[in-house]
T-cell receptor, first 114, second 111 residues
Framework: QKEVEQDPGPLSVPEGAIVSLNCTYS??????FMWYRQYSRKGPELLMY????GNKEDGRFTAQVDKSSKYISLFIRDSQPSDSATYLC??????????????FGTGTQLKVEL | DAGITQSPRHKVTETGTPVTLRCHQT?????MYWYRQDPGHGLRLIHY???????DKGEVSDGYSVSRSKTEDFLLTLESATSSQTSVYFC??????????FGNGTRLTVT
C-alpha cells in the first residue's frame, strides 16, 4: 500500500463547476500538507500549504485537512478552463538536517470544459 | 519558477554513458532536492542536500550520486545510465520548514 493514495482521474467537469480532489494517507508522521498544480511539461507549482486540521481558503481554492481520518481535500469553486492541469497532493515529514521530505500522490488530471 | 534553472532541459543518451544534470538557484536557499517523475509513481525523492557538501539519500537513490560544492548548485549524476532511468527529473529548493518550489524539469531519455 502506498503512503499516499490519490485517484488519478481523469476528471472532466463543465466550466463553473465545483471540483473536489482528495487524498488519503497512512503515515502519522506527516506534518504539513500541500497541493501543487502541474501544467503539461512544467514543474509543480505550489497552490495551498497547511499544517493543522481544518480549512484554509485562498480565492477560489479551499484546502481541507482531517488528520484524524488521514484525509485531505482541495475544492475549486467556479472552475475555469485555465484550471485544467494535474493536481498533486503532497505531505511532508522532517528529515536529516532539518529539511522536508515530500511524499506525493500520483496526481489527478483535471479538465474543465467550456 | 522561484529562481531555479535546470540544465539541460532535454537530453538523449545511450545506455552505459555517464550523465550529469544541473540545478542552479538564485534564492540562496539551504535545502535542495532531486525528484524523478514517472507515470503511475508520481514524484519520488532521489537525493537531497541540507547544506554545502551535506547530502543524504531519498527513496530511489540507487544508481545516482549528487554533489553540492556551492550553495547555488546541486548536481545529479547517473554514473552509468540505464533505460530504467528514463524519466523527468525535477530539482526543488526550500528555506527550512517551508514548502518546496520546483524547477521546470529535465526530460532524460536513455536509449
Amino acid at each position: 500500500q502506498k503512503e499516499v493514495e490519490q485517484d488519478p482521474g481523469p476528471l472532466s467537469v463543465p466550466e463553473g463547476a465545483i471540483v473536489s480532489l482528495n487524498c488519503t494517507y497512512s503515515n502519522s508522521a506527516f506534518q504539513y500538507f500541500m497541493w501543487y498544480r502541474q501544467y503539461s511539461r512544467k514543474g509543480p507549482e505550489l497552490l495551498m500549504y497547511t499544517y493543522s486540521s481544518g480549512n484554509k481558503e485562498d480565492g477560489r481554492f479551499t484546502a481541507q485537512v482531517d488528520k484524524s481520518s488521514k484525509y485531505i481535500s482541495l475544492f475549486i469553486r467556479d472552475s475555469q478552463p485555465s484550471d485544467s492541469a494535474t493536481y498533486l497532493c503532497a505531505m511532508s515529514e522532517s528529515v536529516t538536517g532539518g529539511g522536508n521530505k515530500l511524499t506525493f500522490g500520483t496526481g489527478t488530471q483535471l479538465k474543465v470544459e467550456l | 519558477d522561484a529562481g531555479i534553472t535546470q540544465s539541460p532541459r532535454h537530453k538523449v543518451t545511450e545506455t552505459g554513458t555517464p550523465v550529469t544534470l544541473r540545478c542552479h538557484q538564485t534564492e540562496n536557499h539551504r535545502y535542495m532536492y532531486w525528484y524523478r517523475q514517472d507515470p503511475g509513481h508520481g514524484l519520488r525523492l532521489i537525493h537531497y542536500s541540507y547544506g554545502v557538501k551535506d547530502t543524504d539519500k531519498g527513496e530511489v537513490s540507487d544508481g545516482y550520486s549528487v554533489s553540492r560544492s556551492k550553495t547555488e548548485d546541486f548536481l545529479l549524476t547517473l554514473e552509468s545510465a540505464t533505460s530504467s532511468q528514463t524519466s523527468v527529473y525535477f530539482c526543488a529548493i526550500s528555506a527550512g520548514n517551508s514548502p518546496l518550489h520546483f524547477g521546470n524539469g529535465t526530460r532524460l531519455t536513455v536509449t
